[in-house]
T-cell receptor, first 113, second 112 residues
Framework: DAGVTQSPTHLIKTRGQQVTLRCSPK?????VSWYQQALGQGPQFIFQ???????QRGNFPDRFSGHQFPNYSSELNVNALLLGDSALYLC????????????FGPGTRLLVL | AQTVTQSQPEMSVQEAETVTLSCTYD???????LFWYKQPPSRQMILVIR??????QNATENRFSVNFQKAAKSFSLKISDSQLGDAAMYFC?????????FGTGTSLTVIP
């Protein structure tokens, strides 16, 4: 039973570029949430996807967007990258209505130069 | 606004000893969940223990237990018989609907 997987593990981009991060949820899960974890901080909620739609969003600008596919996998897109977007991006999966049981992936470390 | 506060940025404990990590939170809800997550250098967030607010009894998972004081909005984690593998960042978290709110973390060092 595969857990939550994320790709790539590391990524280096330059300011102004765009990036796409990917997440495959744990088998049997239908909901994916994305978090940004800056160095030395706790994760901050970006948004959640269920049934291929964004269901809830944290306090992040529109430069952050996402997508969920019919197989429940998800992408996080960030446009016009800023130095402050450098962080660990975590994906978590759960079943709708059971968000108290979220499983986290290993994260993607993004460095913006 | 929901907030989670961890007032101890760093803690250390001797191997085999007991350590307590503190957490306070703020919510207007009456029913909710609280969590402690462990994040080792590998970065993967691992659930340590979970507490449902409507349950009076403190949750326990092997060497890990919590002291949940609902009125005081306090949720501390006690690690007994500390092991070298317990060294990690520990995050207290609260869930409101679909969204987790995390504290800033406590870095735990275990001294051999």
């Amino acid at each position: 039973d595969a857990g939550v997987t994320q790709s790539p593990t590391h990524l280096i981009k330059t300011r102004g570029q765009q990036v796409t991060l990917r997440c495959s949820p744990k088998s049997g899960h239908d909901t994916v949430s994305w978090y940004q974890q800056a160095l030395g901080q706790g994760p901050q909620f970006i948004f959640q996807y269920y049934e291929e739609e964004e269901r809830q969003r944290g306090n992040f600008p529109d430069r952050f967007s996402g997508h969920q596919f019919p197989n429940y996998s998800s992408e996080l897109n960030v446009n016009a990258l800023l130095l402050g977007d450098s962080a660990l991006y975590l994906c978590a999966s759960s079943n709708r209505g059971e968000e108290e049981t979220q499983y986290f992936g290993p994260g993607t470390r993004l460095l913006v130069l | 606004a929901q907030t989670v506060t961890q007032s101890q940025p760093e803690m250390s404990v001797q191997e085999a000893e007991t350590v307590t990590l503190s957490c306070t939170y703020d919510t207007s809800e009456s029913d909710y969940y609280l969590f402690w997550y462990k994040q080792p250098p590998s970065r993967q967030m691992i659930l340590v223990i979970r507490q449902e607010a409507y349950k009076q009894q403190n949750a326990t998972e092997n060497r890990f237990s919590v002291n949940f004081q609902k009125a005081a909005k306090s949720f501390s984690l006690k690690i007994s018989d500390s092991q070298l593998g317990d060294a990690a960042m520990y995050f207290c978290a609260y869930i409101d609907g679909n969204q987790f709110y995390f504290g800033t973390g406590t870095s735990l060092t275990v001294i051999p």
